[in-house]
């Protein structure tokens, strides 16, 4: 055996330097691929990717701000996939006045989108989706721009929108149409505008008329129609309502207020009138010693009192009818068969009443 050739050692042929080259570009191409699938698996979930990402992050930011931005994504991302939407969206938007990067405004977008707020979802994936390419940019953030894209394209087919009819009367020129609480342009007026899904108030009006008001409800990807008519003139001219009032008052309330008001009036004039007499009076007076010739104006100081409190009592009695009037069941029909009703003050110098016929 030691004479077969077979059996000696034969020396090593040394490896080509393409060869070697071949190895090492297949095993690097191995790497690559591994790493690109696993950085996949990290960014395909719903919550998006931490601002760990980020290789280029913004000149002003430090060191401090941008830990700050990852722990807030870590936050942000731990409410989202509890359902905690409100507070996702306050720390990944902290996180995105930080970074400004496109991984953190789709943390933005996708909270909004959670939220019903699928306008304002949209502007702000619109603006990640043209945000530049930074130096040395990472995968993810080109991924981030990506799907920004796609979101916000998605999105232009998911808002509702809310069209509103009008129907007014020829003498109307410019009605007046709020949504919300916000006056609509006239230019807009009859167009269908895009609107977030909920409820809606919408309100129609025009000097002189009875406004229309509609609440209506919009979902997603959903195009509603509402209509809204003016056909109705509402009168609020002082004569017809203060007509309308007095047709809907008791007769026994009307005369009663109207003998307060009467009686308020004369109580007033009459009480000025006793403070001028009871001045005039005075006059010339030492302490209690006045001259004989103002005792008439004394006399009536005190009768122009007398009234001015008659009057006002007659005023409380006339106000306690009114009231009564108002709250007792009454049948105006039947005291017109019997009598018209009547009250009348009576007014004496030692006494003040009322008779009256209801």
């Known amino acids: 055996?030691?004479?077969?050739?077979?059996?000696?050692?034969?020396?090593?042929?040394?490896?080509?330097?393409?060869?070697?080259?071949?190895?090492?570009?297949?095993?690097?191409?191995?790497?690559?691929?591994?790493?690109?699938?696993?950085?996949?698996?990290?960014?395909?979930?719903?919550?998006?990717p931490s601002a760990t990402t980020t290789e280029a992050p913004p000149p002003s930011a430090s060191a401090s701000s941008i830990e700050s931005a990852r722990n807030l994504m870590d936050i942000g991302h731990h409410k989202f996939a509890r359902g905690d939407f409100a507070a996702a969206l306050d720390a990944y938007r902290a996180a995105n006045d930080i970074m400004h990067v496109s991984t953190t405004a789709l943390g933005v977008g996708r909270a909004l989108i959670k939220l019903n707020r699928l306008l304002e979802a949209r502007t702000v994936l619109l603006a990640a989706s043209r945000q530049p390419p930074r130096p040395n940019e990472s995968k993810p953030l080109l991924r981030g721009r990506r799907n920004a894209a796609k979101l916000q394209n998605d999105l232009a087919d998911m808002i509702p929108s809310l069209r509103v009819e009008i129907s007014v009367p020829k003498d109307v020129k410019n009605p007046k149409l709020v949504i919300n609480g916000e006056l609509v342009p006239a230019a807009l007026m009859?167009?269908?505008?895009?609107?977030?899904?909920?409820?809606?108030?919408?309100?129609?009006?025009?000097?002189?008329?009875?406004?229309?008001?509609?609440?209506?409800?919009?979902?997603?990807?959903?195009q509603s129609t509402v209509r809204l008519t003016l056909s109705q003139k509402s009168d609020t001219s002082f004569s017809n309502v203060f007509g309308s009032f007095i047709a809907s008052t008791p007769t026994m309330s009307l005369i009663g207020f109207g003998v307060a008001g009467a009686g308020i009036i004369t109580g007033g004039v009459t009480g000025g009138l006793a403070l001028g007499a009871a001045g005039d009076a005075k006059a010339g007076c030492q302490g209690l010693v006045c001259p004989a010739a103002n005792q008439s104006a004394a006399d009536r100081a005190s009768l122009l009192a007398n009234v001015s409190t008659a009057s006002?009592?007659?005023?409380?009695?006339?106000?306690?009818?009114?009231?009564?009037?108002?709250?007792?069941?009454?049948?105006?029909?039947?005291?017109?068969?019997?009598?018209?009703?009547?009250?009348?003050?009576?007014?004496?110098?030692?006494?003040?009443?009322?008779?009256?016929?209801?």
């Open 312 to 358: 006002f009592a007659i005023a409380g009695a006339g106000a306690i009818v009114g009231v009564l009037g108002m709250i007792l069941p009454g049948d105006d029909a039947a005291s017109n068969e019997e009598g018209q009703a009547s009250i009348q003050p009576l007014l004496g110098l030692r006494s003040v009443g009322l008779h009256g016929r209801f």
């Open 1 to 48: 055996m030691d004479s077969d050739p077979r059996y000696h050692a034969q020396p090593r042929r040394p490896r080509s330097a393409r060869a070697t080259f071949l190895v090492a570009a297949l095993a690097a191409s191995s790497w690559s691929h591994v790493a690109a699938a696993q950085d996949e698996a990290t960014t395909t979930e719903a919550p998006p």
């Open 190 to 222: 009859g167009q269908p505008q895009k609107m977030d899904p909920g409820e809606h108030q919408v309100e129609l009006s025009a000097p002189t008329y009875k406004s229309d008001k509609q609440t209506i409800r919009l979902v997603v990807s959903q």
